[in-house]
């Protein structure tokens, strides 16, 4: 321990406001974004078409926060200024390969993450700063089986298994990491179903299973996570609202023992959404979405954008 007078008090608060306080995606450990989130809104369900080369997608996304939410809710005493700003790279390869009643495709993620975080801790003796930064490649998500199905016309589906590998820049003692330092396995379910009239709602429903860091001892709990969009197609555009929800279904552990209260995160977020789309033509398929959180508990509560492109060759 550092040789300042803190109270045990003050100590588990900076502990807390450590696991919890720069969470972009869900609970996390010391700053270190686990599984990403408001990643699907139109086309969940989709995938391209088989192909002899493959689908490339690019995603930007940029996230900000001024709050941290404790176990109730509440806004926590301690001051925060979070900000991240990332960009991805997305190989997806389709084939005409029978599965499962489907066809087999797989998918590869290279994320770069840019982050910054400013802690301001109260204690006995007036607020403690606390600044991190932290800026190049995170974790890899590798998804090794991908089938899609299209049961009826106008309805698209397709599951997957994905693998986050601890591929990204960590160090314990870093107050924000741009790798968990851990693996997370992430089975999936998209659907995407669009109306004889034009309205769409497309959803993506998963659950993290988080490995241990093997540096500190720490597991985040297994987390609901849902992206979900409804809009209405106008030509080749899709204008509507999307929006996420991610519930922690069971305790963060240290050392095998209960964290805390067990640190369970929640967030909800809801914001406009639009998407073009048009076949045929040489302009990639775009998506942008604003999501505003809230109903946060033991994590950030922020504001993200994001905008996607997609290419098939």
């Not at 975080?117 to 991190?132: C, E, Q």
């Not at 995170?138 to 991908?146: A, E, Q, Y």
């Not at 899609?148 to 599951?159: E, I, Y």
């Not at 604003?290 to 060759?313: D, H, I, P």
Request: proline share 6%.
């Amino acid at each position: 321990m550092q040789r300042h007078l803190i109270s045990q008090s003050t100590r588990s608060l900076i502990a807390v406001s450590l696991v919890c306080s720069a969470s972009f995606a869900h609970s996390v450990e010391n700053g270190a974004p686990t599984t990403p989130i408001g990643i699907y809104d139109f086309g969940a369900g989709t995938l391209p078409p088989p192909s002899v080369d493959v689908t490339v997608g690019l995603r930007g996304a940029s996230y900000s926060s001024s709050e941290l939410r404790d176990t109730s809710g509440d806004r926590s005493p301690v001051g925060i200024k979070l900000k991240v700003q990332s960009g991805s790279v997305a190989i997806v390869k389709t084939t005409d390969v029978p599965l499962l009643g489907g066809t087999y495709g797989f998918m590869a993620v290279v994320p770069y993450l840019d982050m910054s975080n400013n802690l301001s801790i109260p204690t006995p003796a007036g607020l403690m700063p606390l600044k991190g930064k932290n800026a190049t490649i995170g974790d890899v998500t590798l998804t090794p089986v991908m089938v899609k199905w299209t049961p009826s016309p106008g309805l698209f589906v397709n599951s997957r298994l994905e693998l986050q590998l601890p591929t990204g820049s960590y160090r314990a003692d870093r107050l924000i990491n741009t790798s968990s330092n851990h693996w997370t396995a992430t089975p999936a379910v998209s659907f995407t179903w669009i109306g004889a009239g034009g309205l769409e709602v497309s959803s993506n429903i998963q659950l993290n299973f988080h490995g241990k860091n093997k540096d500190t001892g720490y597991r985040s709990g297994i987390e609901y996570q849902q992206d979900f969009a409804m809009g209405q197609h106008v030509g080749p555009w899709t204008i509507g609202v999307g929006g996420y929800l991610n519930q922690q279904l069971t305790d963060d552990r240290l050392n095998g023992s209960r964290f805390a209260d067990g640190n369970r995160s929640r967030v909800m977020a809801l914001g406009p959404a639009v998407s073009f789309f048009d076949l045929g033509s040489d302009w990639p398929a775009l998506w942008a979405h604003v999501y505003k959180e809230f109903g946060a508990r033991n994590r950030t509560q922020g504001t993200q954008f994001a905008l996607r492109a997609a290419w098939s060759f």
